[in-house]
């Protein structure tokens, strides 16, 4: 299905895979694991043909699907329901189907109704027999399990947020699947309400087909893979355990425990031949035997497997807030409305200097677009955003719509910079990205190239120096591996400043410590109590 022969893998002049032969067949449901940055996303767009390897080839056989973190679409015009549709070739027949029912209810001529009658009736005969009405069926339960409601299925991708986009393309994916395809899923639980990322567990774990997974999701690995790929940054390579989660966990903390012990003992007896052939060599008739022990003892070292070495951890911060009146930041009447479709209307918000706000409402309730409108990205169709004194907005997208995808991560930081009014030097910003663990050459790495998490990273390293007295945070917790997930957690909850927030995050609440909450669509405000917890995770 796809096999991959000694694959090398290069992030400018950095190797990040060397070597690799991996390969995915029926009934293999891998999880690619491994530290925000180390590579998984390069190699995911490598099996999906999206992406070429530095040396070593990929053959593929059979159906795939590739959900990548972060879709792109064509036209961005297109309904929702028919990008599902396209996955089997649906779409374009049932756009004429539906174009010729709004001619027939427009025309009184009876020949052009017969007309019109007459080559519905031949579309429809195709639809039907590529199995059109079942399959809309099919298509209809995925997208109602993922958290789409009709009403979104009918809007055209260009009015949608970025998680309902990517919901869109999830399923489209899904219900192309007939089983045995092969699925290279990034991340598939992010922007899923707790019943969704349910049910997408069932579907996984019931597929026949290959799947090689991404995600930091622990839960949907422990439920679904059978195989696990480690991707260590440290070595370049990838070990691969033809077992479970829990199973590889285990065998991965016995390994590292065999490799300390196997050290240990041969690093005490090594220093044990070196003392004795420190002894031998003091005699001029011994030298000869002293050599050959001492090199006896550097090859059992040179023999061993090498240790783990500990990864670095982003040293996570939010910006100093610049000082401020007692309330920065004011809007009223905020309404927003796509064709006849109403997201919300009348939401008044008062942000008190260092107050904390979580945003709750389902998917599709328009918490984005709230705080698109409150960052300035996003003209509000009613009411306006009222700054205050001293008013100084950081706004971390959880798309990542405030990178410059075409420059470089220094680049990015130098608009930041100046955009802040700190103008900082080449050096301090160097400094910056560095505490976020963008050291060296990989300065200068275009912002397109980089993974998910390490997106995350850099946009938090943005907003270091912007001075930032009101933060706006959709979902600063995606594509984070567990120790960059707690660094961001500590730091929200060390920020000095007022925090407006969306997330599907309990533990990003915890840390947050909201005193208040709005619920949307209705825009009511409510204070925070442990009782709305449950709703963060639908949310």
Known sequence: ?????????????????????????????????????????????????????????????????????????????????????????????????????????????????????????????????????????????????????????????????????????????LFADDGDSVLLLDEPTNHLDADSINWLRGFLAGHKGGLVLITHDVDLLDEVVNKVWFLDPTRSEIDVYNLGWSAYQRQRAEDAERRRRERQNAEKKAAQL?????????????????????????????????????????????????????????????????????????????????????????????????????????????????????????????????????????????SASSQAGSDLNDTELRKILGAFLFSGDDVHKPVKVLSGGEKTRLALASLVTSGANVLLLDEPTNNLDPASRRQVLDAVDAFEGSIIMVTHDPGAVEALRPERAILLPDGDEDLWSDELMELVELA
């Open 274 to 414: 070196h003392r004795q052939a420190d002894k031998l060599g003091a005699k001029a008739t011994k030298a000869t035997a002293a050599k050959v022990m001492a090199r006896r003892a550097d090859a059992m070292l040179d023999e061993l497997e090498d240790e783990a070495i500990e990864e670095k951890v982003a040293d996570v911060r939010l910006p100093r807030p610049a000082s401020c009146g007692k309330v920065p930041l004011t809007a009223e009447g905020l309404s927003k409305h796509y064709g006849s479709l109403e997201v919300f209307s009348g939401v008044d918000l008062a942000i008190d200097r260092g107050s904390r706000v979580v945003i709750l409402g389902l998917n599709g309730a328009g918490k984005t677009t709230l705080l698109r409108m409150l960052a300035g990205t996003l003209e509000p169709d009613t009411g306006e955003v009222l700054p205050g004194h001293g008013l100084r907005i950081g706004y971390f997208a959880q798309e990542h719509d405030t990178l410059d995808h075409e420059g470089t991560l220094l680049d990015q930081m130098r």
């Open 1 to 173: 299905m796809i096999q991959a022969t000694d694959l090398q893998l290069r992030a400018g002049s950095r190797i990040l895979l060397d070597g690799a032969n991996l390969r995915v067949q029926a009934g293999d449901r891998v999880g690619l694991v491994g530290r925000n940055g180390a590579g998984k996303t390069s190699t995911m767009n490598v099996l999906a043909g999206h992406a070429e390897p530095y040396t070593g080839k990929v053959d593929q056989s059979g159906p795939f699907g590739y959900l990548p973190q972060d879709p792109r679409f064509a036209d961005l015009t297109q309904i929702a329901r028919d990008r599902v549709l396209s996955a089997r070739g649906l779409d374009d027949i049932a756009m004429r189907m539906k174009k010729i029912e709004t001619e027939l209810a427009e025309t009184a001529d009876e020949v052009r109704r017969d007309k019109l009658v007459d080559k519905y009736s031949r579309l429809e005969e195709q639809f039907s027999t590529r199995g059109g009405y079942q399959a809309e069926s099919e298509a209809a339960r995925i997208t109602a399990n993922l958290g789409l409601e009709e009403r979104i299925l009918e809007q055209p991708l260009e009015t949608l947020s970025g998680g309902q986009r990517r919901r869109v393309e999830l399923a489209r994916i």
